[in-house]
């Protein structure tokens, strides 16, 4: 090629080039103008506790149903009801009480035989209103009397298998009875889930020492499971990913659109409370039902 002919090309390339770079633009213009428009919000997330709440009503520790071994009438009983025993104390004597003492000093009658007739408490406890009155006859197997023991408390509650997990006596709880605040710790977690609901059973403990819980009153149970990053979205703005998951469409890098899959960890008529979600979020707010995942988008 002579040095001539190579001027006479680039010559050439430079007159065409300007139309070339122009129809370029017009086409990237075009582009620009067909991308879908949505309103984003940019979220920040914060810290807060997660928890799990159920509502049960309290339990006595212990309540037993003191019963006869042998056909007999009651004696008298030594308790009245509603007052408070002590493990040992004798609460009823059946026929022969007296007798049967005499014998039991003297080493003639062993101590479970004694026993039969002395009905001692077995724990510190209150005596309730259903027992058996003097003179009422009582057969083998028959309740005498029954015992509560209201020291500490007990309340159950099922926890279904997707809050299952790093549930365990170390999560602090927090119960609240009538409005009132107590802590309380899980004395138990069942091992396995009930195979028609799919539910954990827990057992959490709360003293009571002074007595002031009742057997039967209404409470509400917190199970922190430790802090996590959330943030407060509207219901509105939820989307489906591909597989029927929940989540969000957020922008991306390229202002591509993303979906992120979340967990709603507080639900009230006014918003969610969700994890899975980064510090700082482009949520698309309006128009996320009419883009997809990987587009690009104007915001």
């Known amino acids: 090629m002579t040095n001539s002919t190579f001027k006479t090309i680039i010559f050439s390339l ?8 122009s129809e370029w633009e017009k086409t990237t213009a075009e582009n620009e103008t067909q991308l879908f428009n949505v309103q984003v919000l940019e979220s ?15 339990e006595a520790h212990q309540r037993i149903q003191v019963k006869s071994e042998i ?4 004696d008298s009983v030594l308790v009245t009801a509603g007052n408070l025993v002590k493990k040992n104390d004798l609460v009823v004597k059946l026929d022969e009480y007296e007798t049967n003492l005499e014998l039991f000093a003297l080493d003639l009658l062993s101590e479970s035989e004694f026993k039969k007739i002395a009905l ?9 209103d259903n027992h058996k009155i003097a003179g009422e006859l009582v057969m083998p197997g028959e309740k ?6 209201l020291s500490s408390l007990k309340i159950y509650g099922y926890i279904n298998e997707n809050e299952i997990m790093n549930i365990s006596n170390e999560n602090e709880v927090e119960i609240t ?11 138990y977690v069942s091992p396995i889930a009930d195979p028609e609901t799919k539910t954990f059973e827990i057992v959490v403990k709360v003293n009571n020492k002074d007595l002031r819980y009742k057997d039967g009153l209404s409470s509400i149970i917190s199970i922190s499971k430790g802090k996590v990053l959330a943030h407060k979205i509207s219901p509105s703005i939820l989307a489906l990913g591909d ?22 960890i507080e639900d009230t008529s006014d918003y969610m409370l969700v994890t899975g979600l980064d510090k700082i979020e482009k949520i698309i707010i309006v128009g996320q039902q009419y883009v997809s995942n990987g587009e690009k988008v104007n915001f």
């Open 243 to 264: 597989q029927g998951e929940l989540g969000v469409k957020v922008i991306t890098d390229n202002n591509l659109v993303g979906f992120k899959e979340i967990e709603i």
């Open 71 to 74: 056909m007999t009438t009651v």
């Open 44 to 58: 920040k997330g914060y810290e807060v506790k997660d928890t799990i709440e159920f509502s049960s009503t309290t």
């Open 177 to 187: 009875i009538l409005g009132e605040n107590v802590q309380g710790v899980i004395d």
């Open 144 to 149: 005498v009397y029954e015992l509560i023991d």
């Open 120 to 128: 001692y408490a077995p724990f510190d406890g209150i005596l309730l």
């Open 14 to 21: 430079l007159l065409t080039f300007p139309l070339f770079a």
